[in-house]
């Protein structure tokens, strides 16, 4: 089973990318996320094209901003829109929907992005993946978190630290958060497969931050034991990233049972452009 999560950044204007990928990469299940789409306007615009590639779909979305999907040609059962117990911003945004796919329960997450340390906004972060730690942890023994999680693991995760000293995405609270979600079984198993290796998903569409290579890693697979046991291959397809009108986030791919394409690495294709000398670089909403 091939397993792919990938924040579109709005599903309608990435649709002249997304169905010409689903055709080359044939994943099984595909995790959404910025969808960006209610849920009707999202049947509306895909309904036809998913089921004549024999896609079941689970939505969660709102107009505008956020949206998660799943879609699986595996099946589909027990859908979950949402997050039991997670706070509101005020009120309950559509960042998570899960489902039973082929015997693996499976969560599509966007999760918030937290704007500014200590502000409200990262309170509710934090607030948020609690919520989803608890969900996990009462959860199927065979599970999958897939999604964009804000939040870099390491500073290995990101081109330069010292660009990120005063940012979200990499403060203390933030990774303290996730790694809950390791401690309730979850193994991070595209850095499971390729422990040394430079490996991006998210790269501003500013600056030329993509060509320079300038990017960090927020899209996560995150797997239960019974389900990174089966992992044969986990990358990230950079080539999404590439050519007109692309997403600023790569889809990650993960391969259970069988590797189709082989154990390919992180990245596919090659850097456009490595840079060198990346230390003292600026974000560019720090210019």
């Known amino acids: 089973m091939r397993i792919a999560t990938w924040n579109v950044n709005s599903v309608k204007q990435r649709l002249p990318r997304l169905l010409p990928w689903l055709d080359e990469r044939r994943p099984d ?57 997670a706070p509101g911003f005020p009120h309950p945004e559509a960042r998570a929907v899960s489902a039973s796919c082929a015997g693996v329960r499976v969560h599509s997450v966007y999760v918030p992005n937290g704007r ?40 290995a995760d990101v081109f330069d630290p010292e660009a990120y000293v005063g940012q979200t ?36 569409y500013r600056a030329g931050m993509f060509h320079q290579d300038l990017g960090m890693r927020i899209d996560l697979v995150l797997a239960s034991g019974p389900v990174a046991e089966r992992v044969r291959a986990a990358w990230v397809d950079r080539q999404a990233r590439k050519g007109t009108g692309p997403s600023d986030h790569a889809p990650v791919i993960v391969d259970l049972d069988e590797a189709p394409d082989g154990d390919i690495g992180p990245v596919v294709p090659p850097p456009s452009a490595p840079a060198l000398g990346r230390r003292g670089r600026k974000l560019p909403q720090s210019r």
């Not at 036809?48 to 999907?69: D, F, I, K, S, T």
């Not at 959860?139 to 870099?152: E, K, R, T």
């Not at 401690?183 to 998210?202: C, H, Q, S």
């Open 29 to 85: 299940v595909v995790c959404l996320q910025e969808t960006k789409l209610g849920d009707e306007a999202f049947t509306a615009l895909l309904g036809e094209e998913l089921a004549g590639r024999g896609y079941a779909v689970a939505l969660h979305g709102e107009v505008q901003w956020n949206g998660v999907a799943i879609l699986s040609r595996v099946g589909l059962e027990d859908v979950l829109a949402g997050l039991p117990g």
């Open 116 to 155: 500014v340390p200590d502000s409200d906004h990262y309170r509710y972060k934090l607030g948020w993946l609690a919520a989803l730690r608890d969900m996990v942890a009462g959860g199927p023994q065979a599970s999958v978190v897939c999604g964009d999680m804000n939040i870099a693991p390491t500073d």
């Open 169 to 204: 995405h990499v403060t203390e609270p933030e990774r303290a958060a996730l790694a809950e979600l390791a401690r309730a079984g979850l193994r991070d198993v595209v850095r499971e497969r390729w422990p040394d290796a430079r490996i991006f998903t998210y790269w501003d």
